[in-house]
């Protein structure tokens, strides 16, 4: 298993603002995703974030608007750009060594006013 | 990718075995049926994953008949804190797509 961590916790932003969430992994994984979950609704893949390379963009998602960073293979941040109040949500970090077996982060709420 | 269709909502009392079955028509030769829990304001937990026939852990069991077109998460003697969304997921082990669908909100009262 692995402990994974982020921050911050929450947030309230204004609108056209960036926020970067960071997502720390207790150990190497190979793995990382990052999730989209509106309350009382399923997650959203909006990424995998990949090693040394650019991260790999779900249908709907790009790049200019969530720019991924995956420096080594225990840390990512995901930042969320020029934002608007449709960009309130809760923002997942998930890290697997095998697809099926994701550890997920406790989320980031994200409110933009 | 296999679409997978759960009930939307479950009751049950606490002591009380719940099961909760996914419909994966579609499902290929590759993929496993992969379960995750989720209580509010927690990202999901892993549960139990399986290919065929019966696994069994600490928390839950899974069925999943010789046809592989449907699966059974059976957990027993639930208690209050059992009470969360439970997903059904359906894929290949090298794949990087994993799609959670509506999943199923299980409710157990006193």
């Known amino acids: 298993s692995a402990v994974i961590s982020q921050k911050p916790s929450r947030d309230i932003c204004q609108r056209g603002t960036s926020l970067t969430i960071q997502c720390q992994v207790d150990?190497?994984?190979?793995?990382m995703f990052w999730y989209r979950q509106q309350p009382g609704q399923s997650l959203t893949l909006i990424a995998t974030a990949n090693q040394g390379s650019e991260a790999t963009y779900e249908s709907g998602f790009v790049i200019d608007k969530f720019p991924i960073s995956r420096p080594n293979l225990t840390f990512s941040t995901l930042t969320v750009s020029n934002m608007s109040p449709e960009d309130s949500s809760i923002y997942l970090c998930?890290?697997?060594?095998?697809?099926?077996?994701?550890?997920f982060g406790p989320g980031t709420r994200l409110t933009v006013t | 990718l296999a679409k997978t269709t759960q009930p939307i909502s479950m009751d049950s009392y606490e002591g009380q075995e719940v099961n909760i079955t996914c419909s994966h028509n579609n499902i290929a030769t590759n993929d496993y049926i992969t379960w995750y829990q989720q209580f509010p304001s927690q990202g999901p937990r892993f549960i139990i994953q399986?290919?065929?026939t019966k696994v069994t852990n600490e928390v839950a069991s899974l069925f999943i008949p010789a046809d592989r077109k449907s699966s059974t998460l059976s957990l027993p003697r639930v208690s209050l804190s059992d009470t969360a969304v439970y997903y059904c997921l359906v894929g290949a082990r090298n794949n990087n797509d994993m799609r959670f669908g509506a999943g199923t909100r299980l409710t157990v009262k006193p």
């Open positions: 399986g290919y065929k």
């Open positions: 150990s190497q994984v190979t793995m």
């Open positions: 998930s890290a697997s060594q095998t697809t099926y077996e994701q550890y």
